[in-house]
Structure formats: structure tokens, C-alpha cells
């Protein structure tokens, strides 16, 4: 046999390999074809309704999570005041409500302007904000490393989250007989009533976010040779800092709230105090007026922190 025979024997074969491997993508193309119109075909699957598209000219107070003006902002926080106020002035007028239970805007103010004339406003709020620093400060001394050792380790979130969920359902109210025998009826009973009725959401509240810390900022600050510690101090409480600050936000009005039960206990100055007093007294006019204090002393303490966390976490959403 010539090798020119052979060479065409070979050229032979390579042709007949390709057209056979042409036939079979082919019919493999046809199969997939073929699966598709089967698809297309199931009335399941078919097309969505075509629907008109946001206008562009749709106003941003509507518009879903879209910055407003300033200008909106601020007439939007002004009318969450006077709304409230003006149908206070308007069931007043109208004779709707009897004053001993509704008392008017200016019997309120007449009521606070004597407190303050008197000096007693501040003594008792002094005493207030004390028991409410001390005790919720505590429980922000023990509820912030323990957050962080049940977000950031599964040991830790084992060991404690089971006790710490049961004892928040606990009434820190339920505790005041307790703490009266243990502590007597002096300043300790008030601010453990404080310090008992905050830690344990707090520190919940503070695990949840430093478990939303991503695991991707862990791995890279690993890959990138930090040690345990240094991604604890650097990475994991700045991410969670934020977060932080929210859940002490929050808890800081349930301290405000806790502190009228707990200077109960035969307490001798607070704005809790006063508010009992004077409603043995049917003095609703005064007790308004202690709660307007309340409410914009809490009203400070919450920008306070807002301001806190937009300068210290201005990367978080």
C-alpha cells in the first residue's frame, strides 16, 4: 500500500468522525429545542402582565425608602407635635371629656410653671435621672461584653442565652418583694429594679448584632493575618457598634419606664413619686404635666444617641 493510499484512507476516516460528531450536536440542539417548546407550553410558566412603571414625577414623600427634603422633614416633625396638640385643644373645647380627667394645655402648663417656681421639679428630677443613670448603667456594664460573647462565640451563646431567655420574661416588678428583703427600702432596691428590668434584653439585643457581623470581614481580616484578638477589637465591635447604640436606645425608655415602679419603694423625691401624689390627689393637671417632662427628657437622651451612633457608625445604613 502507497502512503498516498494511506493518507487517504486516514483523511477518509477524519471526515466521517466529523460528520458523525455534526450529527449528534445537532440532534442534541434539536432535543434541546424541543425541550424548550415543551416548556413554553405549560400554562404555569407564562408571561408576566406588562404594568406601567413608576412615574417620574411621583412625589418622594410616597416613594419607598427615598430621602425627602429637608424642608419636609422638619414640617413633617413639627406636625407630629401640633397634630397631637391641636385635637388635645379641640376634645377640651368641645366639652367632650370632663377636665378632672382631660385637663386643658394651659391648667397643664399652669401646673408645670408652679413645679419649677417651687424648685421641687428639679430635685425630683434630679433624684429620677440618678436612679436611672445608675441602674441602667450598670446593666450596660454587664449586658455589652456579655452580648458580645454570646454573638461572637457559639460557646458562649450556649452557655448563656438559654437563662438569660427565661429570666427576660421574669416582671422586674415581681422582683420588688425580693429586693426589699435583700437590699431594705433604701437606694440599692430602686436601682436593682432599674438594673433588672434592662440587662437582659440589652444583652440580647447586643448578641443580635454582633451576630450580624459578616462572616466575610472575619475570613478576610484572617487571610490577611489578624489574630483573634485583633478581629475581636477591630473588626467585630466596630461593625457592631451601631448596633449597639440602637439597642441602648431602646432600652434606655424602658429604664425611663421601670423608674415610676421603682421609686415606689419608699422613695422621698422622684418624678415617679410626684405622679402617684398627685393622682391620690385627682391632680391630673400636674400628673401631665411630670409625664410631658418625662417625655422630653427622653426625647433628649434619644437624639443624644442618634447623633452618637450617625458619628460613629457612618457606615451602617
Known amino acids: 500500500m502507497s502512503a498516498t493510499d494511506a493518507s487517504g484512507r486516514a483523511a477518509q476516516r477524519t471526515d466521517?468522525?466529523?460528520?458523525?460528531?455534526?450529527?449528534?450536536?445537532?440532534?442534541?440542539?434539536?432535543l434541546a429545542?424541543?425541550?424548550?417548546?415543551?416548556?413554553?407550553a405549560r400554562p404555569?410558566?407564562?408571561?408576566?402582565?406588562r404594568r406601567a412603571g413608576?412615574?417620574?414625577?411621583?412625589?418622594?414623600?410616597?416613594?419607598l425608602r427615598t430621602p425627602i427634603p429637608a424642608r419636609w422633614r422638619w414640617t413633617l416633625a413639627v406636625a407630629s407635635f401640633v397634630i397631637p396638640l391641636l385635637i388635645w385643644v379641640t376634645l377640651n373645647a368641645l366639652g367632650t371629656i370632663k377636665p378632672m380627667f382631660l385637663p386643658t394645655?394651659?391648667?397643664?402648663?399652669?401646673?408645670?410653671?408652679?413645679?419649677?417656681?417651687?424648685?421641687?421639679?428639679?430635685?425630683?428630677?434630679?433624684a429620677t435621672t440618678q436612679r436611672v443613670l445608675l441602674g441602667f448603667g450598670l446593666a450596660i456594664l454587664v449586658s455589652v461584653p456579655l452580648g458580645i460573647v454570646m454573638g461572637t462565640f457559639d460557646a458562649g451563646l450556649a452557655?448563656?442565652?438559654?437563662?438569660?431567655?427565661?429570666?427576660?420574661?421574669?416582671?422586674?416588678s415581681a422582683f420588688i418583694p425580693l429586693l426589699m428583703i435583700w437590699l431594705g427600702l433604701g437606694e440599692p432596691s430602686k436601682v436593682a429594679v432599674l438594673f433588672l428590668g434592662t440587662v437582659f434584653f440589652n444583652t440580647l439585643m447586643i448578641a443580635d448584632a454582633v451576630r450580624g457581623v459578616p462572616r466575610s470581614l472575619l475570613d478576610v481580616s484572617y487571610t490577611?493575618?489578624?489574630?483573634?484578638?485583633?478581629?475581636?477589637?477591630?473588626v467585630i465591635v466596630p461593625h457592631a457598634l451601631p448596633g449597639m447604640i440602637d439597642a441602648t436606645r431602646v432600652n434606655a425608655a424602658a429604664a425611663w419606664n421601670f423608674v415610676?415602679?421603682?421609686?415606689?419603694?419608699?422613695?422621698?423625691?422622684?418624678?415617679?413619686?410626684?405622679?402617684?401624689?398627685a393622682q391620690r390627689f385627682t391632680q391630673t393637671d400636674r400628673i401631665f404635666a411630670l409625664l410631658i417632662v418625662i417625655g422630653l427628657l427622653g426625647l433628649v437622651i434619644d437624639i443624644a444617641l442618634r447623633l452618637l451612633r450617625a458619628r460613629v457608625g457612618k457606615w451602617a445604613a
Do not use: C
Open 44 to 49: 404555569d410558566w407564562s408571561p408576566l402582565p
Open 105 to 126: 394645655p394651659v391648667a397643664v402648663f399652669d401646673a408645670l410653671a408652679k413645679m419649677i417656681e417651687s424648685g421641687e421639679l428639679f430635685s425630683d428630677l434630679w
Open 159 to 172: 452557655l448563656f442565652e438559654p437563662v438569660i431567655a427565661m429570666l427576660r420574661y421574669l416582671p422586674a
Open 224 to 234: 490577611l493575618g489578624a489574630r483573634r484578638g485583633e478581629v475581636l477589637r477591630k
Open 16 to 30: 466521517a468522525a466529523d460528520e458523525a460528531e455534526a450529527r449528534r450536536l445537532e440532534h442534541e440542539q434539536r
Open 260 to 277: 415610676v415602679v421603682a421609686e415606689l419603694i419608699n422613695a422621698t423625691a422622684g418624678l415617679g413619686l410626684r405622679i402617684m401624689r
Open 54 to 63: 413608576l412615574k417620574p414625577n411621583a412625589s418622594p414623600l410616597f416613594s
Open 33 to 40: 429545542e424541543a425541550q424548550e417548546e415543551r416548556r413554553g
